[in-house]
């Protein structure tokens, strides 16, 4: 039986890995697939305190990796399917077995929602993200498009229009979900053009994205817009569907206190799977420490 078991092995659930080990824990990490989560297929990281260059999120996961060796947190490369909290002795079961620990740390992460499009994996890094405030500074004076009508969406396009020449927001529906406050300040913006009751239907590039195809969900007429960049935010899925408890919020994200505690005794949540408001490496980070600290703590005292 461990200690601490952590699920998930993006930067949360290595930080929460790091301060569980050093605290003298037997604790582990389950990853489904590679330490890193999804920073490992993000195409530079710039914002992350104290590297003076840009790293790659390759790079970047590769250092995780390296230091969860360095410091001994064994990494289990096993996907969970089920979970049992609610017991004083907390059961994991993967495709391969059952676990058991004292407490356990929700940090499974959130997936981003993508187009669906055939070509969209292809151009991951070369033109097509998912996190403006991650990549926007790649796009100066360039042209990009975005793909969204929510508040994450508008905002990140107010903050595309300070940054790259021309910003396409491009929106399924003729009205936006976002506050009228974010849509009257994207209105403000010169450099944004908005396209309503339209979808990207294709992404069209060699080397990297050279234009899209726009198709009007009305007419189903499509046109062509030639772009540098294309940025979708069409929402997020938390990765808790292997679980149903109160403790998540219609979405799927788990609501906790400000010991990232979920309300059962000995769970605990980091990361971007947790009701947040802003969701970043450093503050995923952040929240692994925190997690890490009030785990450590209950298994002391019990």
């Not at 389950?30 to 260059?53: C, H, R, V």
């Not at 929402?235 to 408890?245: A, E, H, K, L, V």
């Amino acid at each position: 039986m461990y200690d601490i078991i952590i699920m998930g092995g993006g930067p949360a659930g290595v930080a929460a890995g790091i301060y569980a080990k050093r605290a003298g824990m037997n604790a582990v990490i389950f990853e489904k697939m590679f330490i890193g989560g999804q920073i490992a297929i993000t195409s530079e990281l710039e914002n992350y305190p104290g590297f003076g260059d840009p790293v790659t999120g390759a790079d970047f996961a590769l250092a995780l990796f390296t230091q969860c060796n360095n410091i001994g947190v064994p990494i289990i490369n096993e996907e969970i399917t089920s979970v049992n909290l609610q017991d004083d002795i907390k059961k994991v079961t993967t495709e391969k077995g059952e676990y058991e620990a004292k407490a356990v740390i929700i940090a499974t992460g959130a997936s981003v929602r993508k187009l669906g499009l055939p070509e969209e994996d292809r151009y991951v890094g070369r033109g097509v993200s998912y996190c403006a405030t991650c990549d926007g500074s790649f796009y100066k004076d360039k042209v990009v498009a975005l793909q969204g009508g929510g508040n994450t969406a508008v905002t990140e396009a107010i903050y595309l229009s300070s940054i790259a020449k021309k910003v396409y927001v491009i929106h399924r529906r003729d009205t936006f979900r976002a506050s009228s406050v974010l849509i009257d300040k994207m209105n403000s913006k010169e450099n944004i053009e908005i396209i309503i009751n339209s979808s990207v239907a294709k992404i069209i590039g060699d080397d990297k994205v050279r234009a899209v195809d726009i198709k009007n969900n009305i007419t189903e007429e499509i046109n062509q817009l030639d772009i540098d960049g294309l940025f979708v935010a069409i929402g997020r899925i938390p990765d808790t569907r292997f679980m149903d408890y109160e403790f998540m919020d219609e979405r799927g994200y788990i609501k906790t206190d400000s010991d990232l505690n979920v309300g059962i005794k000995g769970v605990y949540a980091a990361g971007d799977v947790v009701v947040k408001k802003l969701r970043q490496v450093v503050t995923a980070v952040a929240d692994g420490a925190v997690a890490a600290t009030s785990a450590i703590e209950y298994v002391e005292q019990h």
